[in-house]
């Protein structure tokens, strides 16, 4: 490990114990969550602080890197950013890292998970058997993955392991992004309404974001169709959830498998009381594996811009800036 640099660090949230341990014997860390008075906490060490290990989705916001005038590197745990005001830094030279790359065939196997959950109804097949219903009859039987074709919306490095997935269960898939991928041989759809109508799974995978609230609303939802699964693993607030809701009521759409929701961890009692939604608490990640190698990315990068190397996983909209 890295010997002891002179830098303060905010770390505003706690994050994985191992983590901490080791930002504990780089840099001064300073652990906002654990203070009485956080807003005393701030004044007293904002004029010092040049870091921020942001995680547990920790919000860092525009108004907080105000308060930070010696502010440079701000690394965020998970691959999403949409927590962190990435515009600001980067007009402010400010550099933020994510984590992307080491959580991708992990993400994408929960994807493919809730999908064969949802579509397959496991989980409540599951509860069926528990609940000793078996004793009585078979589960009735369910609809199926054979026959259907998926749609991707947004084909990132995600998006395309869960494209590999599908196809390998013989799910043809078609996508949506900002932009017509010129070396991806699958059929592209200029707008969400229109991939949504031309599939019958639609995974989402965008990031998060102004740019991406509320996509997948009732237009797209209708355009699903009453065969319709919907996938989320990506935020929850790309999906309009109250017309979600609306839809899985009244069979607009079939069903849906979630992992991600607009006010974690709070869920609505709508979706929890509706049997076609299949619901996990945001765990695309959840590994003990993967969220090591997340974590010692947030080191690693930390390590980097604190010895003067670029760090290794900046974002696209901020700066390479080293210490
Ligand atoms: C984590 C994620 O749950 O990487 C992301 O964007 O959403 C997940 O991997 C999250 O980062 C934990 O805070």
């Not at 709070?266 to 996990?280: E, G, H, S, T």
Request: aromatic content about 4%.
């Amino acid at each position: 490990m890295a010997s002891h640099f002179d830098i303060d660090l905010l770390m505003p949230a706690p994050m994985m114990p191992f983590v901490m341990e080791r930002l504990d014997q780089a840099f001064r860390v300073h652990k906002l969550w654990l203070a009485a008075d956080g807003d005393a906490l701030l004044a007293e060490v904002s004029s010092r602080i040049r870091a921020i290990a942001a995680g547990g989705g920790a919000a860092v916001t525009a108004d907080l890197m105000r308060r930070l005038p010696r502010l440079e590197c701000v690394a965020g745990f998970g691959v999403g950013y949409d927590s962190i005001d990435v515009q600001w830094a980067g007009a402010h030279g400010i550099t933020v890292t994510n984590t992307p790359d080491v959580l991708t065939e992990e993400v994408a196997d929960t994807a493919l998970a809730l999908t064969l959950m949802a579509v397959r109804r496991l989980p409540q097949a599951e509860r069926y058997l528990r609940a000793g219903n078996w004793l009585e009859r078979p589960f009735a039987l369910t609809p199926t993955l054979r026959g259907r074709t998926a749609g991707i919306l947004g084909l990132g490095r995600i998006g395309k392991a869960i494209a590999r997935r599908l196809a390998a269960c013989g799910v043809p898939v078609h996508y949506h992004g900002r932009h017509r991928q010129e070396d991806v041989d699958l059929p592209y759809h200029a707008t969400p309404v229109d991939l949504a109508r031309a599939v019958d799974v639609l995974v989402v995978v965008t990031p998060g974001g102004v740019e991406t609230r509320g996509m997948v609303d009732a237009a797209v939802l209708k355009a699903l169709g009453p065969n319709g699964v919907l996938i989320n693993i990506a935020r929850g607030t790309v999906v309009d959830e109250d017309a979600l809701i609306a839809a899985l009521r009244d069979g607009t759409i079939l069903g849906a498998g979630l992992d991600v929701f607009a006010h974690e961890p709070q869920v609505p009692q709508a979706l929890l009381d509706l049997d076609n939604a299949v619901l996990l608490p945001h765990v695309g990640s959840a590994t003990t594996y993967t969220r090591q190698a997340m974590g010692q990315l947030v080191v690693d990068n930390l390590v980097a811009w604190a010895q003067g190397r670029p760090v290794l996983t900046p974002v696209p909209e901020t700066p390479i800036k080293v210490a």
